[in-house]
């Protein structure tokens, strides 16, 4: 097996096309064509792309060298992952029923302490396991930006927005309406459009 049916067995694996691929990688349709085919062959920096996006070695795609399959290790970066997304949540939802309760400022600073901790346990995952760590860190960014963003946003909003009704905006967990239903509407525009674009981009970088 040479280094073009390498190519062409670890994008059939992944299920992409040529297309799919060139995109990836940032070169023509063609150019991956030729190297399925061996007419020609990538050179150091998309070999190191292609071993990146494939989560492969370079030594794999060039010499065939199968990878040294790593021992198996209880501390995973998805559990870590999952672990800090759910203290995330639980931060998100004590913060926001505390608030709906008491009405409290301090809400906001519970549920942003717990999301402290939460990312904390994401990022040990980082450090620990290298194995899953980009798996992890996409699925985690993807997931949390939705719950992270929402405190620290909403926040700004209702102190904005109390502002420019000339009073003094409540610190809140979520945006309250204020002085203006459009101002609220667009802040839920805002907010979800940046969510939805963070998503493309971790999605696009396979």
Avoid at 36 to 44: A, K, L, V, Y
Avoid at 48 to 69: H, R
Wanted: with cysteine; glycine share 10%.
């Amino acid at each position: 097996m040479n280094i073009g049916d390498r190519i062409h067995s670890l994008r059939k694996s992944k299920g992409i096309s040529q297309e799919e691929l060139a995109d990836k990688i940032g070169v023509s349709r063609q150019a991956v064509s030729k190297w399925e085919s061996e007419q020609n062959t990538p050179d150091i920096e998309k070999v190191i792309l292609l071993s990146d996006y494939f989560e492969t070695t370079t030594d794999y795609l060039l010499k065939g060298t199968e990878p040294v399959k790593e021992t198996g290790s209880k501390w995973s970066a998805m559990l870590f992952s999952a672990a800090g997304t759910i203290l995330n949540a639980i931060g998100l939802v004590a913060s926001i029923a505390i608030w709906i309760e008491w009405q409290m400022s301090y809400a906001a600073g519970i549920g942003l302490i717990i999301m402290l901790l939460g990312t904390g346990v994401f990022l040990t995952g980082q450090i620990i396991d290298s194995r899953d760590k980009i798996k992890a860190k996409k699925k985690f960014v993807s997931l949390n930006v939705w719950i992270l963003l929402l405190i620290p946003s909403a926040c700004c909003f209702n102190i904005l927005d109390g502002l420019l009704g000339g009073f003094s905006g409540s610190i809140a967990p979520v945006p309250c309406l204020g002085n203006s239903f459009l101002t609220y509407i667009l802040y839920w525009a805002v907010y979800i459009g940046a969510c939805i674009t963070v998503d493309i981009v971790m999605a696009r970088r396979g």
